[in-house]
T-cell receptor, first 114, second 114 residues
Framework: SAVISQKPSRDICQRGTSLTIQCQVDSQVTMMFWYRQQPGQSLTLIATANQGSEATYESGFVIDKFPISRPNLTFSTLTVSNMSPEDSSIYLC???????????FGPGTRLTVL | GENVEQHPSTLSVQEGDSAVIKCTYSDSASNYFPWYKQELGKRPQLIIDIRSNVGEKKDQRIAVTLNKTAKHFSLHITETQPEDSAVYFCAASSHGGSQGNLIFGKGTKLSVKP
């Protein structure tokens, strides 16, 4: 499977600020996604990161709050904007590798908003 | 949209016993059903997946069965070991088939007692 890295691994932020999370994959992948896991909860898809075009957002998530970039087939960023304590979660980058057609997760970014 | 129900929410077994976790889904267009294991503080790890053209798949002590008519699928772990203790998530593909666009169940916390 692909090696996925995320930066930062964790952060503590003040409400009203924004944080950009970076995701780097060691090989080109067609499909890349961002998921959220709230404390003690399951995983929820935020959006599909599309290379060279706007991301596709799931119901309940909007571009103004979670802008996503995907400039190439190995890199993506997710920004959590104007944060509130309810945004405290683990944010996970994930990819579908072209040879396995299965979804693999990055290590996650643990965000705490005070 | 797709909805995935997972039972039980907690499961405790003795080492060496079998464990079974069951999931139901609502969207008959779903055709991909992975299972993830998440240990405390770690990313979800894909342990097995099944596609709708197959009724059963096995990998050593782990097996998954799929009943498309009844819209349910199950994870079977035999000869459980303490290292099997973790939270297990089932998922189903939404929007009719993208392996990355998954709807997750709420998870089952499995405890294997030595």
């Amino acid at each position: 499977s692909a090696v996925i890295s995320q930066k930062p691994s964790r952060d503590i932020c003040q409400r009203g600020t924004s944080l950009t999370i970076q995701c780097q994959v060691d090989s080109q992948v067609t499909m890349m996604f961002w998921y959220r896991q709230q404390p003690g909860q399951s995983l929820t898809l935020i959006a599909t990161a599309n290379q060279g075009s706007e991301a596709t957002y799931e119901s309940g998530f909007v571009i103004d709050k979670f802008p996503i970039s995907r400039p190439n087939l190995t890199f993506s960023t997710l920004t959590v904007s104007n944060m509130s304590p309810e945004d405290s979660s683990i944010y996970l980058c994930s990819v579908v590798t072209d040879h396995t057609w299965s979804l693999f997760f990055g290590p996650g970014t643990r965000l705490t908003v005070l | 949209g797709e909805n995935v129900e997972q039972h039980p929410s907690t499961l405790s077994v003795q080492e060496g016993d079998s464990a079974v976790i069951k999931c139901t889904y609502s969207d008959s267009a779903s055709n991909y059903f992975p299972w993830y294991k998440q240990e405390l503080g770690k990313r979800p790890q894909l342990i097995i997946d099944i596609r709708s053209n197959v009724g059963e798949k096995k990998d050593q002590r782990i097996a998954v069965t799929l009943n498309k008519t009844a819209k349910h699928f199950s994870l079977h772990i035999t000869e459980t070991q303490p290292e099997d203790s973790a939270v297990y998530f089932c998922a189903a593909s939404s929007h009719g088939g993208s392996q990355g666009n998954l709807i997750f169940g709420k998870g089952t916390k499995l405890s294997v007692k030595p």
